[in-house]
Structure formats: C-alpha cells, structure tokens
C-alpha cells in the first residue's frame, strides 16, 4: 500500500512550544509516502525557525507562510489546496501520532473500502503526562449519529481525496465538525478504529479548552451551515450537551 501518497495539513500559529514534538511523530512514521505540509498563519514566536531546521532534514516537509493571521479554516484550506496525496489527514500543530496510525489506518480503509475514517485518541497535558487513556468511538458514525455526538477528532481522520475530492473548511461555527458532516451526505458512514493512535493535548489555547465557546460554535452548525429547524437544532443540541458533559467527567 505504499503507492498511496498521504497529505498531511498542519496549521502553525505560534506553535513553537509543541510543534517539533508533533513533527517527529510524523516522520518516525512506520508508513513513510507522505507529504507533510504545515501552513504557517502569521506566527508570532518563532514556530517558523524550528520548522525551518525540518525543511533542511527532510524534503517531504513543505512550509507555506500567510503574511496575516488568517484563521485555522483558511489556513488547513491552504494546505489542501497544495496537498498532491491520494488521501488526506489531519494534524494539529500540539497533538502527536503513534508511530503506526497512519500504517494501521491507511491499510484498515483500504480493507474496509471506506473512504472516511477516524480513530480513538488519548489526552495529554502540555508535559505530555496521559490525563485519560483512552476517548473510545464507535465502529461507525453517519449523518445523524455524528449531529448528537462529533466524535472525530480532527488529529485523528483521514478521508480518500481521490474519491471524495478535496474538501474545504468552513470559516462558520465548528469547522472540522461542518466538513464531517458535508462529507457524510456523499459517503455515508465514518468508519472508528477503536484504537488509540492519537495523543491530543489539553492546553488552555486548545480549541475545546472553553467549552461555552465550543456550544456556540456547534449552534452555528446546526443553524447557519447545516440549516436545521429550530426544533430540530434544539434536540441535537440536547445530546450534544450531554455527550460533552460525559468527555468532561472522564478527565
């Protein structure tokens, strides 16, 4: 399966307390034919300057700078644009791979014939001491199971570019949320390897660190991008309430 080239878009905004740690794990990959392509989006620290040192070390590393800030959509859609892999993952410029996830998952969705896939994860603090062992998922979410419960953690997913074509972010709302979601109405189920490949870490600039922030930007999901009645909103949000309270209790 080594023919299949993987893209994988990182976005970088003052990154450089965890971003050297997230890029080796993508190098000490066991699957090597991938594409590492981190979008730089106006840092102000000196993220650029350590991934520089990578760009002389390997040239499966590309970086792409934006002259302003221009948010973590627009920055993962720059990567997109760029990205040349048959299949294309996610990486968070603070989480970090197990050595096999993208041997374990490239080779479970081939097997599978499934063209979006996600795994379980663990979290870790800012010192990388594992707080919970293990966020499981199920063998499988569609459409509406995944309207209750986002449980694809965008350092975990990976989707088939060359049958689902590249696919964009949103700017509105939970953007990676929003893009699961566009995707399931074409291929109908996310596949969950309940393993987890995944460390994703728990830092107060963290997107899901201010979980008010998080419940709003959910809302705009089901009201702005999805469209969703009122009524209909209201009961997703229900479970999205208690499935977040749940997450939180497990920490």
Known sequence: MSNILISIISPVYNSEKFITETIKSVINQTYQNWELILVDDGSK???????????KQDVRIKLISHTSNLGVAEARNTGVKMAKGNYISFLDSDDVWDR????????????????????AYRKI?????????????????????LLKHNEIGLSTSMYNADILGKRYFTKIGWEDFALWLDILKDTKVSLGINKPLVSYRIHQNSSSYNKFYSAQKTWK???HIEKLPLINSMYYFIFYAVNSSIKYLRK
């Open 45 to 55: 620290d000196n993220s650029v300057e350590v991934v520089e040192v990578f760009l």
């Open 221 to 223: 999901v089901y009201r």
């Open 100 to 119: 096999d996830k993208l041997d374990y998952q490239v080779n479970f969705m081939i097997e599978n014939k499934c063209h979006l896939c996600h795994t």
């Open 125 to 145: 603090d800012e010192k990388g001491n594992v707080l919970v062992s293990i966020i499981p998922v199920s063998k499988s979410v569609n459409y509406y199971s």
